[in-house]
Nanobody, 126 residues
Framework: QVQLVESGGGLVQAGGSLRLSCAASGRTFSNYAMGWFRQAPGKEREFVGAISGRDPWAGITTYQDSVKGRFTISRDNAKNTVDLQMDSLKPEDTAVYTC????????????????WGQGTQVTVSS
């Protein structure tokens, strides 16, 4: 059992930055790939990015094209946290952002996560 709790959401103006954090419970955290998803009102949930666990390759990241160069995922296994640094935010980034844990990057990219957080609202004003 892994519990995920997001924090750091809020209101920011376009062009600004925001850093989201996901705190996970459990001593097996480092074995999970961690991902971020978002869902805007009236739209389906979409994959934002993910980072691999320690096995087999730690720290490998992948992002959807729309956030490449603007968003950065990092993790601290010692603290059981994964962060999403969001820079150059755009109004279209407005959504509920949720962190998720999965066994590897591939299923996580497809939304097949084992655990999901509650989500945190990110609103980007123009």
């Amino acid at each position: 059992q892994v519990q995920l709790v997001e924090s750091g959401g809020g209101l920011v103006q376009a062009g600004g930055s925001l850093r989201l954090s996901c705190a996970a419970s459990g001593r097996t955290f480092s074995n999970y790939a961690m991902g971020w998803f978002r869902q805007a009102p009236g739209k389906e949930r979409e994959f934002v990015g993910a980072i691999s666990g320690r096995d087999p390759w730690a720290g490998i990241t992948t992002y959807q094209d729309s956030v490449k160069g603007r968003f950065t995922i990092s993790r601290d296994n010692a603290k059981n946290t994964v962060d999403l640094q969001m820079d150059s935010l755009k109004p279209e980034d407005t959504a509920v952002y949720t962190c998720a844990a999965g066994p590897s990057l591939r299923p996580l990219r497809d939304g097949a996560a084992d655990y999901w957080g509650q989500g945190t609202q990110v609103t980007v004003s123009s």
